[in-house]
Nanobody, 122 residues
Framework: QVQLVESGGGLVQAGGSLRLSCAASGRTFSRYVMGWFRRAPGKEREFVAAISWSGDRTNIADSVKGRFTISRDNAKNTVYLQMNSLESEDTAVYYC???????????????WGQGTQVTVSS
């Protein structure tokens, strides 16, 4: 298990950008796949992006492909989600996750952060 703390959420106008950060505790951070999910009001959790332990492989949801980028800095135990061209449909609580594969399924991740709210105004 690893402890995850997200930051960087907030209110932004449509078309704007935000960068989410997720700080992880523990010395095994570099061994884990890291990712992001989101939950919009009244909807199920949705996979957003994941990145392999080395950073050489990413998996990005079709709904955000071309707008969102995931990256990591193993020296800082931190994973990032750069969100550009934000749309009102991106409004959700964003959760940082840790797992062992870049799967899109909720059950593929064993550690979850508390979440950070992103609100996009149109």
């Amino acid at each position: 298990q690893v402890q995850l703390v997200e930051s960087g959420g907030g209110l932004v106008q449509a078309g704007g950008s935000l960068r989410l950060s997720c700080a992880a505790s523990g010395r095994t951070f570099s061994r884990y796949v890291m990712g992001w999910f989101r939950r919009a009001p009244g909807k199920e959790r949705e996979f957003v992006a994941a990145i392999s332990w080395s950073g050489d492989r990413t998996n990005i949801a079709d709904s955000v492909k071309g707008r969102f980028t995931i990256s990591r800095d193993n020296a800082k135990n931190t994973v990032y989600l750069q969100m550009n061209s934000l749309e009102s449909e991106d409004t959700a609580v964003y959760y940082c996750v840790a797992g062992i594969d870049t799967t899109t399924t909720v059950n593929g991740y064993h550690s979850w952060g508390q979440g950070t709210q992103v609100t996009v105004s149109s």
